[in-house]
């Protein structure tokens, strides 16, 4: 069975510091991995996707993740925290049609 | 397009009483999704549709039932309300018909439920 663990349920950064949100899968089969975003009182919005077609994958509003089989990972980072990054970001990996969602890791900025 | 619209935003629900939270999607996808959000919990999957006319078993699906109406709706019911269903439900829907689908989700806005 497909699992996802995201180490951390709060990450704090500083305005202009390195974000980086820790994301690690089990899956049988490789896999579809995913990021989403989600802003207070809000649905969930994809920031970007691993389809097996290259290992480094670029998102939106400047995020970008890395896939590496050997770690069994797939870290979001961005070079440079904005306040407006401030949200709960969830990993989640597809071997089927369903997701299977990481509990989330919420991303605290500081000016 | 809306994209994945759900009603009602808000609900206070007595226990025992029963509700159906209505969701639909103007994207022409085949598969449908109920999930829901509890802190520190992430999302759980409740049921899905992966087409019209059938519905499977998520992982917590005890409590509830579905229905997809059409391609465009499926339905979530809650027959007596508890407090452990006290959450935030949201539904998702995606196109899993092409070879490059990977099973992307669309989600809507969420439910907030609280079961007194």
């Known amino acids: ?111 | 397009n809306a994209g994945v619209t759900q009603t009602p935003k808000f609900q206070v629900l007595k226990t025992g009483q029963s509700m159906t939270l209505q969701c639909a999607q103007d994207m022409n996808h085949n598969s449908m999704y109920w999930y829901r959000q509890d802190p520190g919990m992430g999302l759980r999957l409740i049921y899905y549709s992966a087409s019209e006319g059938t519905t499977d078993k998520g992982e917590v699906p005890n409590g509830y039932n579905v229905s997809r109406l059409n391609k465009r709706e499926f339905s979530l019911r809650l027959e007596s309300a508890a407090p452990s269903q006290t959450s935030v439900y949201f539904c998702a829907s995606s196109d899993n018909r092409g070879t490059y689908s990977y099973n992307e989700q669309f989600f809507g806005p969420g439910t907030r439920l609280t079961v007194l």
């Not at chain 1, 989600?38 to 970007?48: A, C, E, V």
């Not at chain 1, 961005?78 to 990996?93: G, I, L, Q, R, T």
């Open chain 1, 1 to 111: 069975a497909q699992s996802v663990t995201q180490l951390g349920s709060h990450v704090s950064v500083s305005e202009g510091a390195l974000v980086l949100l820790r994301c690690n899968y089990s899956s049988s089969v490789p896999p579809y991995l995913f990021w989403y975003v989600q802003y207070p009182n809000q649905g969930l919005q994809l920031l970007l996707k691993y389809t097996s077609a290259a290992t480094l994958v670029k998102g939106i509003n400047g995020f970008e993740a890395e896939f590496k089989k050997s770690e069994t990972s797939f870290h979001l980072t961005k070079p440079s925290a904005h306040m407006s990054d401030a949200a709960e970001y969830f990993c989640a990996v597809s071997e089927s049609l369903a997701l299977t969602f990481g509990k989330g890791t919420m991303l605290l900025v500081s000016p």
